[in-house]
């Protein structure tokens, strides 16, 4: 039935970037034809035989040999398939709004996992408040502990938005949204190096780094760890070594304020911001 080869094509979407069929939101004559069909009946199949689990869907996907091939470029590849339809390699993936502020709480281990309840209301610059009609009543308050909940329980107002959320292509809440458009835009940048929430997450990064190692090459090191899930390669941590001796050679700042740099660094990756 078509419900469910709706569902097994929106969860291959999710993983991939793209589902089989493109035109996830339209599988009539007006929309494109799957790329491989065959599949996709069968994952709408084991959705069914998988009690409509998809927990069960995700694993099958991410244990799958297409999902955990290369992203790495073939000139002869591109040649016969450009848009990569018949899945030669990984289409590298920025991380949706949502998954990057979670992934940044999780760096900083301040992520609140727990399930349900109201919404919540992160902090927002004054700045941004500033352009409301009624700056001191357009946002609500939430304890620090409830601001760092998942993103899908972060206050939705499309009047006011939560910068970081809104600047890396969070979805229009207006109208049906089939699939995340995925910018590169200077905003984002600027967002991630400047905004009053990558700078105190950077802060949170470092004081976590700083009790958990006993000198700074060891925090570097950890913090390569967690940001690209993979032991940290001498290289970088020798580039991150110069970058924090500078900062406190050249610059005058402290041990803690240079790791904290380091940290904003860090978290600026692209091994951090794209799935590859």
């Not at 920025?94 to 281990?109: P, V």
């Not at 301040?110 to 357009?138: D, N, W, Y």
Request: aromatic share 8%; proline share 5%; with cysteine.
């Amino acid at each position: 039935p078509a419900t469910w080869r709706v569902a097994a094509n929106r969860i291959w979407q999710h993983h991939f970037g793209r589902g089989l069929v493109r035109t996830s939101n339209d599988f009539g004559k007006l929309g494109e034809a799957a790329t491989h069909p065959e599949l996709l009946d069968w994952l709408a199949c084991e959705l069914l035989a998988r009690g409509q689990s998809w927990k069960a869907m995700h694993r099958l996907l991410v244990t799958s040999a297409t999902y955990r091939m290369a992203s790495d470029d073939r000139p002869d590849a591109r040649a016969v398939d450009p848009r990569n339809d018949l899945y030669w390699r990984f289409d590298r993936r920025r991380l949706t709004a949502e998954e990057l502020r979670d992934s940044i709480l999780a760096m900083t281990g301040q992520l609140r996992l727990e399930l349900g309840g109201p919404s919540v209301f992160p902090p927002i610059p004054a700045e941004v408040l500033a352009t409301a009609s009624k700056p001191e009543e357009a946002w609500g308050t939430s304890t620090p502990e409830q601001a760092a909940r998942r993103s899908l329980y972060v206050h939705v107002k499309r009047s006011l938005q939560e910068p970081l959320l809104a600047v890396f292509d969070r979805a229009d809440t207006d109208a049906s949204c089939p699939v995340r458009f995925a910018t590169v835009q200077p905003t984002q940048a600027l967002t991630m190096l400047n905004g009053d929430f990558a700078q105190q997450q950077a802060l949170a990064f470092a004081q976590r780094l700083a009790a958990a190692a006993p000198d700074q090459t060891a925090r570097l090191a950890l913090g390569l760890a967690l940001v690209t899930q993979r032991p940290a390669r001498s290289a970088d941590l020798e580039r991150l070594e110069r970058l924090a001796s500078d900062l406190q050679r050249e610059f005058g700042r402290t041990e803690l304020e240079a790791l904290q740099r380091c940290c904003l660094v860090l978290l600026n990756a692209n091994e951090f911001l794209f799935l590859d």
